[in-house]
C-alpha cells in the first residue's frame, strides 16, 4: 500500500483509557492523519466517542473492516484481543498498531506478525517511554 499526498486514514479499535493517548497524537498530527471511524463493544462509550469526533462508530471490528476504507487500526483493546483483531486487519490489507503487549501468549505474538508478514502490511507495538 503506497500512501502519498493524502492522509492516513485511521480508525481506533477500543476506547478504554489508553485510547485518550492515540487520539490525541491523532488530533495533533491532523496534517497526516485522519480519524475514520471508531470501535468499542461498549454502545455508551461508543456513542459518546462518535459523537466527540464526529466519525461512524462499530460495536465489532468485523463490522468495522468490512465498511470502511482504512489504511491503518489502531488496538487499544485488552491485550487479549490484540492477535485477533491483528490478523482480521491484516487480512483486510490494513497496517496494524497494537498497544503491549501485542499478545499474552509466544504463539499468539508468533501468529500475528506471520498474518502481517504475508498481507504484506506493518504491524507497529506501542512501546512508549516510562
Given at each position: 500500500?503506497?500512501?502519498?499526498?493524502?492522509?492516513?486514514?485511521?480508525?481506533?479499535?477500543?476506547?478504554?483509557?489508553?485510547?485518550?493517548?492515540?487520539?490525541?497524537?491523532?488530533?495533533?498530527?491532523?496534517?497526516?492523519?485522519e480519524l475514520i471511524a471508531i470501535c468499542d463493544n461498549n454502545p455508551t462509550i461508543l456513542k459518546q466517542h462518535m459523537a466527540e469526533y464526529n466519525v461512524p462508530g462499530y460495536?465489532?471490528?468485523?463490522?468495522?473492516?468490512?465498511?470502511?476504507?482504512?489504511?491503518?487500526?489502531?488496538?487499544?483493546?485488552?491485550?487479549?484481543?490484540?492477535?485477533?483483531?491483528?490478523?482480521?486487519?491484516?487480512?483486510?490489507?490494513?497496517?496494524?498498531?497494537?498497544?503491549?503487549?501485542?499478545?499474552?501468549?509466544?504463539?499468539?505474538?508468533?501468529?500475528?506478525?506471520?498474518?502481517?508478514?504475508?498481507?504484506?502490511?506493518?504491524?507497529?507495538?506501542?512501546?512508549?517511554?516510562?
Amino acid at each position: 500500500m503506497n500512501i502519498q499526498n493524502r492522509k492516513i486514514k485511521i480508525a481506533v479499535v477500543g476506547s478504554g483509557r489508553i485510547s485518550k493517548n492515540h487520539f490525541g497524537s491523532i488530533l495533533q498530527l491532523s496534517d497526516e492523519y485522519e480519524l475514520i471511524a471508531i470501535c468499542d463493544n461498549n454502545p455508551t462509550i461508543l456513542k459518546q466517542h462518535m459523537a466527540e469526533y464526529n466519525v461512524p462508530g462499530y460495536l465489532s471490528i468485523d463490522d468495522l473492516l468490512k465498511n470502511e476504507q482504512l489504511d491503518l487500526v489502531t488496538l487499544c483493546t485488552p491485550s487479549g484481543l490484540h492477535p485477533s483483531q491483528a490478523i482480521k486487519a491484516a487480512k483486510s490489507g490494513i497496517h496494524v498498531i497494537s498497544e503491549k503487549p501485542m499478545a499474552t501468549k509466544w504463539e499468539d505474538g508468533l501468529a500475528m506478525t506471520k498474518a502481517c508478514e504475508d498481507a504484506g502490511v506493518r504491524l507497529f507495538v506501542v512501546k512508549q517511554n516510562r
